[in-house]
């Protein structure tokens, strides 16, 4: 199926996700706050990266700022790192986050379902973060076979984003993500909360763990394995090694 096919037949709106996180201050105190468990998947990962031998390629995609990917990967060695993101506001804050990793650094605008397949090389560590979950499931189906061309052999595919639990439906997780926002998210006003809620219910579409790796199995890689899952069930990192 070529990727035009599959875009066409997408519930995926990748314009108002590309503006949502260019208003990247709410996201950013978000993140800052903790909201999204960053700081327990950062020491899981930065756990996980440890197992690296060599010096390795990291391609970033969704990168935001790259403050995250930055952090964890600052001090490895590490070969080049290469972010993609739709938002212009968040690459300009990225440059300033890569400058001191001390490689051949690549940053690149645009959806990164449309960009992977153009990139020249292949990467030993391919990370996902907080971004798979605004394709479309047709969109996710396609993008792991494009993932397995570009991962490196013996390389790996990191994936960190929301989950649906053994059976919820969408509907079910929405609504009590919602409701977790709004009860806890204390430090935000009622209108950023407000925000955040509409680009939830409007941009993400998690999937079962189950789901996610049915389509990594039939793209060439491992199943997954589940490195963190936040206490309120929403968010796992996962590892799925090529087979």
Not at 203 to 222: I, K, V, W
Request: proline fraction near 4%; charged fraction near 20%.
């Amino acid at each position: 199926m070529e990727i035009q096919e599959v875009i066409s037949g997408s519930e995926r709106d990748a314009s108002s996700v590309r503006d949502f996180f260019n208003g990247w201050t709410l996201y950013r105190r978000i993140v800052d706050n903790d909201y999204l468990y960053h700081r327990s998947v950062g020491e899981v990962f930065s756990r996980w990266l440890d197992r690296m031998d060599g010096p390795f390629s990291f391609l970033d995609l969704g990168c935001g700022d790259a403050e995250f990917s930055s952090g964890i990967l600052s001090g490895r060695p590490l070969r080049s790192y290469t972010g993609i993101d739709l938002s212009p506001v968040a690459l300009e804050l990225a440059h300033q986050n890569i400058a001191s990793l001390g490689v051949p650094c690549n940053l690149i605008v645009g959806d990164f379902l449309l960009s992977l397949s153009a990139l020249p090389e292949k990467y030993d560590l391919i990370y996902i973060g907080l971004s798979l979950h605004h394709l479309s499931r047709q969109e996710k189906e396609f993008f792991f076979g494009e993932l397995r061309r570009k991962v490196s052999p013996g390389g790996s595919l990191l994936i960190f984003d929301p989950v649906l639990t053994p059976g919820e439906a969408r509907a079910s997780y929405l609504g009590r993500w919602s409701d977790h926002a709004q009860w806890s998210w204390k430090a935000l006003t009622v209108e950023e909360v407000a925000g955040a809620v509409q680009h939830v219910t409007t941009s993400d579409f998690p999937e079962e763990l189950s789901t996610l790796n049915r389509m990594a199995l039939a793209a060439g890689f491992h199943s997954a394995e589940v490195l963190f899952m936040d206490r309120t069930d929403f968010y796992a990192l996962m590892a799925f090694q090529a087979a």
